[in-house]
């Protein structure tokens, strides 16, 4: 294991209630979607996936994880995911708090679209 892949589950590990649960789920969600993705902690320790550039991050506040698309805007989210951050230009993001569920289909579509938007930027 790189020293990146123990920090981030360090990370992870180091929230021992429902949200680290939920980032847990969250990035297996990602990898399925993504098996390739990278992730890094960034900005005082932000859980980051990238794949072409970034997908999302997952911050952690008392009481919620709030997941940060950063290109969310350009994104079609048919199933109403983001519910957060709809104000920008760029970003939107999911705030999850505890208990909820997230739509399993519709977020692994949203982080292949977000590679994709990523992909696209890469081309021109």
């Known amino acids: 294991m790189e020293k990146a892949d123990t920090e981030f589950e360090a990370k992870l590990a180091s929230l021992a209630d429902w949200r680290g649960e939920t980032l847990r789920r969250v990035r297996a969600l990602i990898h399925e979607a993504l098996p390739d993705v990278s992730e890094a902690l960034k900005w005082r320790g932000t859980p980051v996936w ?5 997908l999302c991050t997952g911050e952690t506040y008392r009481d919620k994880v ?7 805007a350009a994104l079609d989210d048919p199933a109403g995911l983001f519910n957060a ?34 992909a696209k930027k890469k081309k021109r």
Do not use: P, Q, V, Y
């Open 66 to 72: 709030k997941l940060t698309f950063a290109k969310g």
């Open 85 to 118: 951050s709809l104000e920008g230009n760029a970003r939107r993001a999911i705030d999850l708090s505890e208990g909820d569920a997230l739509n399993a289909k519709a977020f692994k579509a949203l982080i292949k679209a977000a590679a994709a938007a990523n």
């Open 50 to 54: 990238e794949h072409g550039g970034i």
